[in-house]
């Protein structure tokens, strides 16, 4: 098997990839799978420049304590054997003019002045959803990414649809969570708000009268062994424990 490795600290691990038989080769030269080592970070911008290739995400042991069975010998082992889960996830397109993004986490409106809020309302496949609403902005998240930003504002994960998480409103709002192939317009009445998705470093400037239309994209996002990227254990095994 072909397999490219990216990640700031990727060479961590190239002595293992090659005593697992893996033949290394760069991320352009068609690889069979992309093994993504380090973070959350690493994996979607590993997808957003690669999309299409299978991707394989290792935590890197520089920024994270792996579980026993996430260790990298025991993953490549999986790998390399054929015994590692195949996931198709769904990413969203957000258009706003000539701009468009592609989200496997999420598409965020954020106020682009910190002393100005941004005024918008939400339209779901054409109906109002909402009154217009003042605040720092909404988070547009798949399931994946609902572990992320989404989760931060509205305390909760979803495993299935679209979610929308309102950003420090002026009147509390629930989040909502939509079906996977409803359409999301934000109808800005005020500005400027910047739009962005995921770790992408372009950002459009949205102003009153944009519109920023969101829904489910054609292109999916292909993972083997997910369960690496989404252990419970790896992700808040340091989280301080809630107490009531």
């Not at 970070?41 to 290792?58: D, H, N, R, S």
């Not at 969570?177 to 400037?205: F, K, M, Q, Y």
Request: negative net charge; charged residues 30%; contains cysteine.
């Amino acid at each position: 098997m072909r397999v490219a490795l990216v990640g700031r600290h990727a060479t961590d691990i190239r002595d293992a990839v090659e005593r697992h038989g893996f033949e290394i080769v760069l991320p352009d030269e068609n690889p069979d799978v992309i093994i993504a080592y380090g973070g959350d970070g690493t994996f979607i911008g590993a997808e957003a420049e690669w999309p299409g290739v299978p991707k394989l995400g290792l935590r890197s042991s520089r920024s994270c304590v792996k579980c026993g069975q996430h260790e990298d010998e025991d993953v490549l082992g999986r790998l390399a054997r054929g015994d590692v889960s195949r996931t198709e996830l769904m990413k969203l397109r957000a258009e706003m003019g000539s701009r468009a993004f592609l989200g496997l986490n999420d598409v965020i409106l954020r106020n682009s002045d910190l002393r100005s809020a941004v005024r918008f309302s939400v339209l779901v496949n054409g109906e109002r959803a909402t009154d217009e609403i003042i605040g720092d902005g909404l988070v547009v998240a798949t399931p994946f990414g609902s572990s992320a930003y989404f989760r931060s504002i509205a305390n909760t994960t979803f495993r299935c649809g679209i979610g929308i998480a309102f950003n420090n409103c002026t009147e509390f709002l629930h989040h909502l969570v939509l079906r996977e192939d409803d359409e999301v317009v934000v109808e800005i009445s005020r500005g400027p708000a910047d739009v962005t998705a995921d770790n992408d470093p372009s950002v459009a400037r949205a102003e009153g009268g944009d519109n920023l239309c969101i829904r489910r994209s054609g292109e999916r996002a292909t993972v083997l062994a997910l369960d690496t990227l989404r252990c419970p254990f790896c992700r808040y095994k340091h989280a301080p424990r809630r107490r009531f």
